[in-house]
């Protein structure tokens, strides 16, 4: 147990980079039983709450832990473990109860990414992410030769064959104790009951009203008489709840080829769509084989293709096991420094290889360790480095990751007693997705046909540039920076992590897992003066680069030194309020118990019992 102990005495980039926290206070005391989370990075932006007491956010569990972006879709996971369910019953009905309360982030009508560490130590991913429908074509989205973000962000051209219900149905079936019409009926009383609307549903309300305002069951459900919902305003949902039912009813062949696809169908052929019944009817979840790194002595479980995530987690963690990042933090600015550039050629190499690879060949020597040492030693500590292109990874056209066929996102996370851990990261893309409900239905349908490469170097949505790779095909996945991971060591699951925040998810986690193992190093010893709660790993400031455009995303809470150190090693700095909304969960460190925390920038809440 001790191994689990010392998982407590980390200290936290907050602290060795002078951005003024406090120190931290020891997880081994127990803490609060109740408390409130987060949400997205625009969303979070757009709030003015001031963020709440680290007491009030930490949750402790002996049997089980929850943690997600809203307070009721906690509830509704812990009330399942309560009931005896699982983990995975658990995560299923937060995704659900958040297709509710949290539409605007995701839904029945979008897509996912289920990472699965079950009781008996075998893990399982489950790929719900959206497909491009039967009718699609490679040049759908130009215009006069030019890409035109319109069409691939708002309306029926934006939205994708949703896989979410598929896949969550397939999780639970598979390796839940419970049934999924169960959890459906419950989050229907919620959407036919009403909620009160919080801030970040107001945010992004407010923001995207003018574009809900288009089509007529997005105005009536989402707007008061045309004007955005305020904090406060309760919101009733009937449709929704009529769905949810017929699916408890009928199972989801209801959604998936009867009545919601006919419905589906019939309004794309009123407004230019190409989604059919038959799409949604040949509609299957795959699973996938997780990707596996070590880092420093943990196992790292993540996402493989089509999320781009997991292979450039892997790419930053090894170029960071090139450094001892406790002792370069001896000058604050070199820990930032560093990652910013490890994090620009891991976003060059996704730029130009990453796609769904049951349609291209995408290296698996991107991850290869002696590849990431090599990317790591062109970063140059006194200067950016100019990154005109991707790497080129060893066997690249050989050594592929195999086809397994036979900004706006969340993400949540449910452990339990027996062992089994859940992280899944789920997303319609941008708020309020395609901004279509389709009539009568109640369902926020997804704009995920802009995350592939409307045209090749054309950026999307979240500034993002794709090649050939992630170019747009019938029934292909686009690609994702969606990252649910489950850390463990000697065996046992440790950290469960994921973030929503488009490409900043990839490293978030990133830097939450830098924080939660690196950060207790000296000279290879383990630190016990400082102590760093999982509160902390979420805390500490973050900082973002995507290669392009070139810029190093900062929150404003770093200080002025190291603004100006970074400025003059020619870093253009944009400085942010907040970056993304990142959740976890991770093992007491007297290796019993459960602890949750949700990103402090937001409102959700993690409940243990």
Known sequence: MQKFFILAQITVLTLLL?????PATSVTKEPAKTNEVSQTNEQAEAEEEEETPKESRIAFGEKGMVVSVHPLATQAGVEVLKNGGNAIDAAVAVALTLGVVDSHNSGIGGGCFILIR??????????GRETAP??????MYLRDGKADPDLSQTGPL???????????ESAIRKFGKTKLGDHLMAAAKIAEDGFPVNASFAAANRNTARNLAQFEDSKRIFLKDGKPLQAGDMLKQPDLAKTYRSIASDGIGWFYGGPFAEATEAWMKKNGGILTVADLKGYTPVAREPLFSNYRGYTIATFPPPSSGGVHLIQILQMAETQNLYEMRRNGVDVIHFLAEAMKLAFADRAHWLGDPDWVKVPKHLINRQYCRELAAKIQMDKVIDVPSHGIPPEAEAEVFASQYGKHTTHFAAADAEGNWVAITATVN????????????????????????AEPGSPNAFGLLGAEANAVAPFKRPLSSMTPTIVSLEGEPVLAVGAAGGPTIINQVALTIINFIDMRMQGGHEMEEFELSLYDALATPRFHHQWKPDELRIEKKWVEDIRKELTARGHKLQEVERIGACQALARHPDGKGLIGCPDPRGLGKAEGF
Do not use: H, Q, W
């Not at 039967?134 to 040049?139: F, K, L, Q």
């Not at 934006?158 to 969550?168: E, F, M, N, Q, S």
């Open 18 to 22: 002078g951005c003024g926290e406090k």
């Open 118 to 127: 079950r009781a008996n130590g075998a893990y399982n991913a489950i790929d």
């Open 134 to 139: 039967a009718a699609a074509t490679r040049d």
């Open 158 to 168: 934006a939205i994708a064959t949703p896989g979410a219900l598929a896949a969550y």
């Open 430 to 453: 941008t708020s309020y997705g395609s901004k279509v409900v389709i009539p009568g239905t109640g369902v926020v349908m997804n704009n995920e046909m802009d995350d592939f490469a």
